[in-house]
Nanobody, 125 residues
């Protein structure tokens, strides 16, 4: 599967953005999906994950209550709605997918086989 993330940009602190990730070339509904981010001089970190049906979602503690992950299996899309953004959320955001991943692995970037190219989110103070 090929993934293409979009929707990043510059936003003021307290603002919102919605990231999108379009998938092509695979059976989308069979994939478990995740969003990760990579900030300068920091390790890549898990942000959110969603199961194949969309009924199971997982969040990093740092974004819980502010970010929402969702998928549309009919459109081969996964979304990350980001609210109450703060400068610490500034990073390149990546979508990732894998079929051979179990729920307990979904926070581990090494478990994902397919990655999008990333979209930059910059939050000003």
């Amino acid at each position: 599967v090929q993934l293409q993330a979009s929707g990043g940009g510059l936003v003021q602190g307290g603002g919102s953005l919605r990231l999108s990730c379009a998938a092509s070339g695979g059976t989308f509904r069979s994939y478990r999906l995740g969003w990760f981010r990579h900030a300068p001089e920091k390790e890549r970190e898990f942000v959110a994950g969603i199961g194949s049906s969309g009924s199971s979602t997982f969040y990093a503690d740092s974004v819980k209550g502010r970010f929402t992950i969702a998928r549309d299996n009919g459109k081969n899309m996964v979304y990350l709605q980001m609210n109450s953004l703060n400068p610490e959320d500034t990073a390149v955001y990546y979508c990732a997918a894998s079929t051979s991943i179990i729920i307990s692995q979904m926070r581990n970037s090494a478990a994902y086989r397919h990655w999008g190219q990333g979209t930059l989110v910059t939050v000003s103070s």
